[in-house]
Every structure is written in C-alpha cells, then in structure tokens.
T-cell receptor, first 113, second 112 residues
Framework: SAVISQKPSRDICQRGTSLTIQCQVD?????MFWYRQQPGQSLTLIAT?????????ESGFVIDKFPISRPNLTFSTLTVSNMSPEDSSIYLC??????????FGPGTRLTVT | GEDVEQSLFLSVREGDSSVINCTYT??????LYWYKQEPGAGLQLLTY?????DMKQDQRLTVLLNKKDKHLSLRIADTQTGDSAIYFC????????????FGTGTRLKVLA
C-alpha cells in the first residue's frame, strides 16, 4: 500500500481567498483522485488527476474553482479558489492500487469564515 | 442510478459481533470495498471482495456479498472499542475509470 501525506492538515481561511492543498505519495502512481467530504457526509469525487494530462472533473465541479496540478507521478495539488463558507469541508487525495483499491491521505480540514 | 445506502448508526457492546450492511444499485460493479474512518483521519482500506465471490474472511472481518439482492455486509467479530469509527462501503463502477461510489457511512459505537 502507498503512504500518502497532505499539507496543510487544517486551515482557517477568509472568504474570497484561495488555498492550495498538496498531496505527496511515497511511490510512483498513475491515478490520483481528489475528494470532498462535507461535515457529516460521505465522500464526493471532485476530479481524477493523471500525470501528463488535464484533470477530469466530475459533474458539479469546474476547473476554475478547483484547479489541479499533477507535475509528476508522486505529487499533486488541489486549489480551492475564491472560497466561500460552503467550501468548508475535508479534502482528501487518494491513489489507486492494482485491484482498483484506493489509499487515502489523512485529509485537509478547511474552514472558511 | 448509482446509489449506495447504509444505515447511519450501529451500537454494540464490546466483545459482541457487529454487522454493517450496504445496498447498492449498480449491477455492473466488479469490486466492492469497506473503508474505516476514525475521527480526524482519512479512510483506511479494510477489505474488498470481487463480484464473483460470495464471502471473504480476513481475521475478525467477514464480508458477505449477495449479488441477487445487491447487498453487501461487513461482520466484525469480537468488536473492540478501537473499532469505533465510521465505516463506508464503496463500489467500483465503470471498468476503465477506477471511479468509486461511496456509501453514506455507518457510525459504529462500541460500548465498554
């Protein structure tokens, strides 16, 4: 299994600002994913980030609001832009294993005031 | 449609067995997973089952799959206080995309 770290672990931000979340993996992986978990809710996939191509966004999520970078096979960033209180959530990155299992980072807890 | 349902809460006494249930609607799912989320943490993969299996056992964990009823369950034997967490089932749909649909999550509380 992969070991995944995320930075920051938590942040409190003002509305209208942007936050970039980093995801680092200890091995090279092809597929990485970004999820949002709103308070008390399940996980919702934001986008799939593959190295060398643009991220693929799910319905309801757009690149202008959640730009993603994937510069190499061990690293990705997710930016939450022009934040509002509705963006307060836990943001998690994950990577795919050979049996389509996913391994998750510890998450970034974002509060927007 | 794609929908994965779980009961919201389950409370058991320490030492008893816990059974967490999940129903899904996508009959094309090929892999199904169980994840555990402890407070303030990410998701930890507990176990998985292929759609051509009926049962899988892994130490204290037993997964049962009823494809006809689209029902998945996770049994935890000899439940401990450290098992208190939220448990999510997930199905892998669309063979080429690795996309998951997560269940609503079941909060398990183990009483000492």
């Amino acid at each position: 299994s992969a070991v995944i770290s995320q930075k920051p672990s938590r942040d409190i931000c003002q509305r209208g600002t942007s936050l970039t979340i980093q995801c680092q993996v200890d091995s090279q992986v092809t597929m990485m994913f970004w999820y949002r978990q709103q308070p008390g809710q399940s996980l919702t996939l934001i986008a799939t980030a593959n190295q060398g191509s643009e991220a693929t966004y799910e319905s309801g999520f757009v690149i202008d609001k959640f730009p993603i970078s994937r510069p190499n096979l061990t690293f990705s960033t997710l930016t939450v832009s022009n934040m509002s209180p509705e963006d307060s959530s836990i943001y998690l990155c994950s990577v795919a294993g050979p049996l389509r299992e996913q391994y998750f980072g510890p998450g970034t807890r974002l509060t927007v005031t | 449609g794609e929908d994965v349902e779980q009961s919201l809460f389950l409370s058991v006494r320490e030492g008893d067995s816990s059974v967490i249930n999940c129903t899904y609607t996508d009959s094309s799912s090929t892999y199904l997973y169980w994840y555990k989320q402890e407070p303030g943490a990410g998701l930890q993969l507990l176990t998985y089952i292929f759609s051509n299996m009926d049962m899988k056992q892994d130490q204290r964990l037993t997964v049962l799959l009823n494809k006809k009823d689209k029902h998945l369950s996770l049994r935890i034997a000899d439940t401990q206080t450290g098992d208190s967490a939220i448990y999510f089932c997930a199905e892998s749909i669309s063979p080429g995309t690795y996309k998951y649909i997560f269940g609503t999550g079941t909060r398990l509380k183990v009483l000492a």
